[in-house]
């Protein structure tokens, strides 16, 4: 091959790959950069000027101001919310009702109001933001893009993958949350069992049946029955068939039958690595066998701060029926 040939393929090869390259997909643009392009506008056709923009990142607009306590540092309060996306589609709630015209509605969900604490890393910072300074009753949308999805403390990851829209209500704010369980607690007592009293701070316990066995002690092996609640009414555990099944809660994969356990104290663990919260170890001390009791008691007794399907810091009621041996 001569020279002048060599120099045509050069040519030929160069062309060819100018057609490739002018035939190839555009680089992707960047996730965040087609996120910001789509929410600016989304705000533009949908919201024009109502919208205040927060140092976060995120978007708030107030529906109506409430007039009751103030949402400060370190308040605790009860909200209820839906979470949407920017095509007005549901994918969380703990409003009955939407859940069910949304299509998502399940017994075994709670629908009840979300604890949420300023200050304790239970919400997105732009969360935090557009709650301070609001008040009891306020109800407002707040728009969160991904790129603001940050928990306020140093180090934080993205808790979004994408821009939701939520939609609060402040139902309760609280100042001082250990004394607002023991108030909810005596006012449940009041109501529902003549006002019985606490046996230690925050726990409560009344036989219904006393049996007449042994009494529970620890390091014994018993067999029992439980229903477990949160004091208004919503069933979250049992393992009583029967009951599962009335509540609408019963599941296929769960074994409905008699919990065996060796007791333990309460906090503890026994020799085979079972535990359960403390009030109900407490309570099942208190027990014979044979012998039926409810107990309930504050979220100290319980799960505490750990989150649950039910939520965080929840008070806790259960029937309790230990099997003769």
Known sequence: MNFGTN?????????????????AKEPKEEDDAVERRVLAAHITA???????????????MTKKKGIGKLVEANSSFF??????????????????????????????NYYGPTLYEIGNYTMIK???????GKREGANFRLIIPSWASYMA????????????????EIEKVIGDYAEYEIDTLEKFSAAHYDGLDSLKKGFYFKHLTEGSGDS?????????????????????DTNI????????????????????YEVAEPGAQNSLEQSVVDGFGEALLKMKYGGK??????????????????GRKQQMHFYIEVLPK
């Open 7 to 23: 120099v045509k393929v050069a040519l030929l090869f160069a062309a060819t790959m100018m057609l490739f390259a002018s035939c």
């Open 293 to 310: 009791a409810v107990t309930f008691f504050s979220s100290g007794w319980g799960y505490g701060e750990q989150s649950q399907s039910f």
């Open 46 to 60: 949908v919201y024009k000027d109502t919208l205040q923009q927060l140092p976060s990142g995120c978007f708030v």
């Open 153 to 168: 403390y140093e180090g934080s990851d993205k808790q979004q993958a994408t821009t939701f829209v939520y939609d609060f």
């Open 241 to 260: 068939e029967d009951t599962a099944r009335k509540y609408k809660i019963y599941s296929p994969d769960k074994n409905y039958v008699p919990v065996t």
């Open 126 to 132: 732009g969360m935090e933001e557009a709650f301070l």
């Open 216 to 236: 529970v002690k620890v390091g014994n092996s018993i067999t029992y029955n439980y229903v477990g609640r949160l004091l208004d009414g919503f069933v979250f």
């Open 79 to 108: 909200v209820k919310y839906s979470r949407m996306n920017l095509k007005n589609e549901y994918d969380q709630t703990n409003i009955e009702e939407i859940a069910k015209n949304a299509g998502g509605f399940a017994y075994t």
